[in-house]
């Protein structure tokens, strides 16, 4: 599934300084845009469904997320544009793979997942 997407963004924190946070999400639909019909351009959007930053796995250092329905970022961020998307391979991967019940179609029961890109190497013995 290539589906999942991550932006970076600069939020303004109650201590008036803006500190770069990134996002990650679910791709729901694609789509392009002119600003009128004989624009020079096109420019393309995402739909996303966006999941909450749960910190970082000590044991591993990856990025954790999860779900939430009242995901602020759901109501006023749904749509981005693509050219503002960070581009890389992500997928959600969970947390507890042995206690799982990924049905994305429920996606308010999805578990903790973790967060990995193809930049990150893993050893297994």
């Not at 932006?7 to 009128?36: A, M």
């Not at 050219?83 to 991967?93: L, T």
């Amino acid at each position: 599934d290539n589906s999942c997407i991550s932006i970076k963004n600069n939020i303004l924190h109650d201590n008036n300084e803006y500190i770069e946070e990134t996002f990650y999400g679910r791709i729901l639909k694609i789509f392009s845009h002119k600003i009128y019909s004989n624009a020079p351009s096109v420019e393309y959007f995402a739909k996303v469904l966006w999941y909450e930053n749960k910190g970082t796995c000590p044991e591993t250092g990856l990025p954790k997320v999860q779900y939430v329905s009242d995901n602020g970022y759901n109501v006023s961020y749904p749509f981005i544009r693509l050219r503002d998307a960070v581009p890389q391979n992500i997928v959600f991967w969970p947390v507890d793979p042995n206690n799982i019940r990924i049905d994305y179609s429920d996606i308010e029961n999805l578990v903790e997942c973790f967060v990995i890109n193809r930049k990150n190497s893993w050893v297994f013995d």
